[in-house]
């Protein structure tokens, strides 16, 4: 591809020589797990989001699911997800051993519609997660408000949205709680897996800590049946790097969807994403709409344009989730979506004479 849909070599020819320092500081220090370059990276993130504590930990799927047990979340729950999300989700749900309850999306946002998450609430429901999907804020006062009336807890998936604005506050900051992927695709990336829970809530950010750390505080003292779920350290030493650029990549990307949306705003058959007055994505993923989607994919694949699709199957039609039963038709508007979504061209190091040509190709 001439143009990939994410440049992924280029993250490290930037920042070599940080990230070369990085590498040596670790492997030099002799301390190779839960170290200084964890406890530092936790401050600066938490201080990033807004919140008074985060805990790094494995990834963002572990994050996600030792979040809901922390709040004492299990067998017999439910907890309302997206029904268009990435399966990590509700992946995390299930580890949980609770059941996921899927919400549909507004179509023009893409993240959960808030008007129809009170059908979905039973006794039995003890959270919703909302998701910022593909870069962009969901709706999280009416969320709140309505977790509140219903005493539920709100775990946010920020795997898709570090740094992005709601109402002028970082999302990661916003429920009882969040979960945060640094997989390298993502915004803020490791050079491999990584993750976080970030929250204000000291006791939830203590019972995570000690969950990660095969359930102890004390070393040979178990608490709880807990996990290895530990960052890496080396991977804080990393992002600590990247997190210092985290604002000025984003800024770039925001260049590139502005491109985006001007040059395609009059294309016939296409959709573009809607961008509510409140929101200050960070466009993990640009993602359109189109009726022909297959077709087009095509035509720019042998144009040398790389491009995704954010997600060809919806969790509940996946073969992982036929237990719960869900027939096609069930969540028509995550359906929908599946065959209509296409990612394009983004990324920090995408320059505007690539997405240039994007535009071009799209319109040809
Ligand atoms: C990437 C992602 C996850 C999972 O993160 P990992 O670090 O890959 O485990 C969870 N939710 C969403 C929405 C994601 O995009």
């Known amino acids: 591809m001439s143009i990939p849909a994410l440049d992924m070599k280029a993250p490290y020819r930037e920042l070599k020589s940080e990230l070369d320092a990085a590498y040596a500081r670790f492997m030099e220090s ?21 919140v008074s504590h985060c805990v790094g930990v494995s990834n963002g799927l572990d994050a996600l699911h030792l979040a809901l047990r922390a709040f004492g979340i299990g067998p017999g729950d439910e907890v309302i997800v997206p029904s268009n999300t990435y399966i990590a989700t509700w992946l995390a749900v ?5 059941r996921p309850i899927p919400v ?46 219903h005493a539920l807890k709100v775990i946010e ?10 109402k002028g506050r970082r999302t990661g900051g916003l429920g009882h709680a969040a979960a945060h992927s640094f997989y390298p695709g993502k915004n803020l990336g490791a050079m491999g897996e990584a993750g976080a829970v970030t929250t204000s809530d000291p006791a939830i950010a203590e019972k995570i800590r000690v969950l990660r750390n095969y359930g102890s505080q004390v070393k040979y003292h178990n608490q709880y049946k807990g996990f290895n779920n530990r960052i890496d350290e080396l991977q804080a030493a990393f992002l600590r790097v990247k997190l210092h650029h985290l604002d000025a990549w984003n800024d770039r ?42 077709a087009v994919q095509k035509r720019l694949t042998g144009a040398g344009i790389g491009t995704l699709i954010h997600y060809p199957i919806p969790p509940h039609l996946s073969q992982a989730y036929s237990d719960l039963g869900y027939a096609k ?11 209509t979504v296409l990612s394009l061209p983004m990324g920090p190091h995408l320059s505007a004479e690539d997405a240039a040509k994007v535009v071009e190709a799209i319109r040809g």
Not at 261 to 266: E, F, K, N, S
């Open 30 to 50: 002799g301390w190779y797990v839960l170290g200084e370059e964890t406890r530092t990276f936790e401050t600066e993130y938490a201080d990033y989001c807004g």
């Open 157 to 166: 998936d920020n795997a898709q949205s570090q740094g992005a604005r709601y």
């Open 94 to 98: 299930t580890y949980a051993g609770a």
């Open 253 to 294: 990307r925001c260049q590139r969807a502005r491109q985006y949306l001007q040059g395609l705003q009059d294309c016939p058959d296409i959709i573009l994403p809607g961008v509510p007055d409140w929101a200050q994505p960070v466009w993990h993923q640009f993602v359109v709409c189109l009726k022909n989607r297959d």
């Open 329 to 339: 038709g069930a969540f028509p508007i995550a359906e929908d979506m599946a065959d």
């Open 104 to 149: 549909e999306p507004n179509k023009r946002t893409f993240n959960i519609d808030p008007t129809r998450i009170e059908a979905a609430i039973t006794s039995r429901t003890r959270a919703i997660m909302p998701v910022h999907l593909y870069g962009q804020p969901a709706d999280m006062d009416p969320i709140m408000e309505i977790a509140n009336r």
